[in-house]
């Protein structure tokens, strides 16, 4: 009883009770908003078309854009498609052969091909394919009647070339059973391409582990140095303290990689990008992570810290890792381009599962301005404080 009475008269007990109520109002506040009412925007996900075949395949294509409750893009080429499909703009390519018909009128089995980005988000992935599925069968169904009449018509012709004499019904009965067998009630097949694939079920977590134990871990690293600057910010001047700060963040920042990069190879997960750009991309991303911590610590001090649970809760949510980034709603949207999670997890979709090279570049971009941009924020903010009191 004595320990318990010493412990509530010290102010980091609250403020430890505190912190769990906020961890768990924060979690649930941010991700249950975020993704409230994502079913409802599955249309926001994009099918592109490619209809090669211009007689059936034209009138398939029309038939399913009617029926698919998703956004429908047509190309006029394969080589397009795939491009956009490699670069995530879209989310799965439905192709009908030009040979489309031609099958269909020989009896045998027609197919259409889908193609879907394994290098995109879990759910968005497993939608696809569903609707690959559901899209082969509505086909089947719809392509079916159309070989019935088919097949009328072709016995109709054969009845009048029949001769009427005593053995006419057994011929009727011959040729309508001979028609009729050769209607196939599966006439389409599919074959789903999966692009950019990875075997090994842990290479999917990989962008998301990487974005949480990073931000995680800078969070943790600017708060020890919050706490070792005030214990010796007596000592040294404001801007020798920030200055020492940020070679740390530098430092660490370009030698975390180094075990990011070796805890892959231990565990097998390989890339067909070159070990100086996982580096290079590694070390921008957690230097991005640890300006953007830091910069609410040097505005708000410990209250800062709190800031950054949201940022964390945030950026899970808008970083595409679990959910599509256009299936969330505009606000989370608008703030996922703000964040450097978004672009963390987009260039490790790259590095992991492959892709266009220049979206590492780009990613890289973006967060080397999320990183000027936050340390011109926290060197105004450590300008305009007063020095402390020697």
């Excluded at 649930?28 to 994502?38: C, K, N």
């Excluded at 800062?304 to 949201?310: A, D, L, P, T």
Aim: charged share 10%.
């Amino acid at each position: 009883m004595k320990g318990l009475q010493a412990l509530l008269r010290v102010r980091e007990t609250y403020i430890g009770i505190v912190a769990t109520i906020a961890f768990q109002l924060i979690f649930f506040t941010i991700w249950m908003t975020a993704y409230d009412g994502v079913n409802e925007r599955a249309e926001q996900l994009t099918i592109g078309f490619v209809a090669e075949d211009l007689e059936v395949g034209q009138q398939v294509a029309m038939d399913m854009k009617g029926s698919i409750p998703f956004t429908i893009k047509d190309y006029s080429s394969m080589k397009k498609a795939e491009q956009a499909l490699n670069e995530r703009q879209i989310n799965m390519i439905m192709q009908i052969p030009a040979d489309f018909t031609s099958q269909l009128q020989a009896g045998k089995e027609a197919e259409i091909i889908y193609a879907i980005n394994q290098a995109n988000a879990s759910m968005a992935k497993n939608m696809m394919e569903g609707v690959a599925k559901q899209l082969t069968e509505e086909i089947n169904h719809t392509l079916y009647p159309m070989q019935q009449n088919q097949a009328i018509e072709v016995f109709s012709q054969q009845f009048t070339q029949l001769p009427f004499e005593q053995n006419t019904a057994q011929q009727i009965s011959a040729s309508v059973k001979t028609t009729v067998m050769n209607v196939k009630a599966h006439a389409v097949d599919s074959t789903i391409v999966k692009t950019n694939d990875v075997k090994g079920f842990a290479a999917n977590f990989v962008p998301l582990m990487v974005i949480i134990s990073s931000f995680v871990g800078a969070m943790v690293m600017i708060m020890q140095h919050q706490q070792a600057a005030q214990i010796v910010q007596e000592n040294l001047s404001k801007w020798q303290l920030f200055f020492a700060r940020q070679l740390l963040n530098i430092g660490v920042a370009f030698s975390l990689p180094l075990l990011t990069i070796g805890l892959m190879h231990l565990f097998d997960i390989t890339s067909n990008e070159s070990f100086l750009a996982i580096y290079f991309f590694q070390s921008v991303m957690y230097l991005a992570f640890l300006c953007l911590a830091q910069v609410f610590v040097i505005l708000f001090g410990n209250i800062g810290m709190v800031i950054n649970i949201c940022a964390l809760s945030l950026q899970l949510v808008t970083s595409g890792v679990l959910v599509p980034k256009t299936m969330l709603s505009e606000g989370y949207k608008n703030a996922a381009a703000l964040l450097p999670a978004t672009y963390g997890a987009d260039g490790y979709y790259t590095i992991i599962f492959g892709g266009s090279a220049d979206n590492l570049l780009q990613n890289s971009s973006f967060l080397g301005i999320i990183i000027l941009v936050t340390m011109a924020i926290a060197t105004v903010v450590v300008a305009v404080k007063p020095t402390p009191t020697q």
